[in-house]
């Protein structure tokens, strides 16, 4: 079945420092691709989003491409701020018709230190 | 401002009480989704449904049912809580179609003591 694989947190990197959070996906047909974010004490809340091959989503200085032939959509940051601390999701969407469910990645947390 | 709300932020029950988690939308949004949030394992699917009375289970729905009455709210029933139950719950609505973006609420945090 479809699934999603994010590298290992945490990530610790000092303000400043770039970004990269590696995802993996396996997936029949042809999914949409999501960031998710979740700050502390909060729901998730959409990052930014792809949804079909080489399309490139961006929000915030954040960035990830849909790369097909690699099933990635890693997420990049050129300069990372202490307010860019959360817990970041890989999502892509899963089933069949208009259910609009998504199959999550089990989460990288970010650390960024003053 | 669009809104998902979660009743409880903090929930603490016994073992074997029923549970109810209601969640509530005011966005008219045509699908409803129950994750759980565990670390290192993300969010896996309860259950979710894609209009009034309809639902469909998601990838671990043991111990767990649903209801929807009425197209705003979600209700995740745990009919006998269980330690293993111990978890952040988050409900999330969106329009119908693929692709469209998840409003969640913020979550509660269930602990089955």
């Known amino acids: 079945g479809n699934s999603v694989t994010q590298m290992e947190g945490p990530v610790t990197l000092s303000e400043e420092a770039f970004l990269t959070i590696n995802c993996t996906y396996t997936a029949t047909g042809y999914p949409s691709l999501f960031w998710y974010v979740q700050y502390p004490g909060e729901g998730l809340q959409l990052l930014l989003k792809a949804t079909k091959a080489d399309d490139k989503g961006s929000n915030k200085g954040f960035e990830a491409t849909y790369r097909k032939e690699t099933t990635s959509f890693h997420l990049e940051k050129g300069s990372v701020q202490v307010s860019d601390s959360a817990v970041y999701f890989c999502?892509?969407?899963?089933?069949?018709?208009?259910?609009?469910?998504?199959?999550f990645g089990q989460g990288t947390t970010l650390q960024v230190k003053p | 401002d669009v809104k998902v709300t979660q009743s409880s932020r903090y929930l603490v029950k016994r073992t074997g009480e029923k549970v109810f988690l209601e969640c509530v939308q005011d966005?008219?949004?045509?699908?409803m989704f129950w994750y759980r949030q565990d670390p290192g394992l993300g969010l896996r699917l309860i259950y979710f449904?894609?209009?009034?009375?309809?639902?469909e289970k998601g990838d671990i729905p043991e111990g767990y049912s649903v209801s929807r009455e009425k197209k705003e709210r979600f209700s995740l029933i745990l009919e006998s809580a269980s330690t293993n139950q111990t978890s952040m719950y988050l409900c999330?609505?969106?329009?119908?179609?693929?692709?469209?973006?998840?409003?969640f609420g913020s979550g509660t945090q269930l602990s089955v003591l």
């Open positions: 966005m008219d949004h045509e699908n």
């Open positions: 999502a892509l969407s899963g089933g069949s018709g208009n259910t609009g469910k998504l199959i």
């Open positions: 449904s894609y209009d009034v009375k309809m639902k």
């Open positions: 999330a609505s969106s329009l119908s179609g693929t692709a469209q973006k998840l409003f």
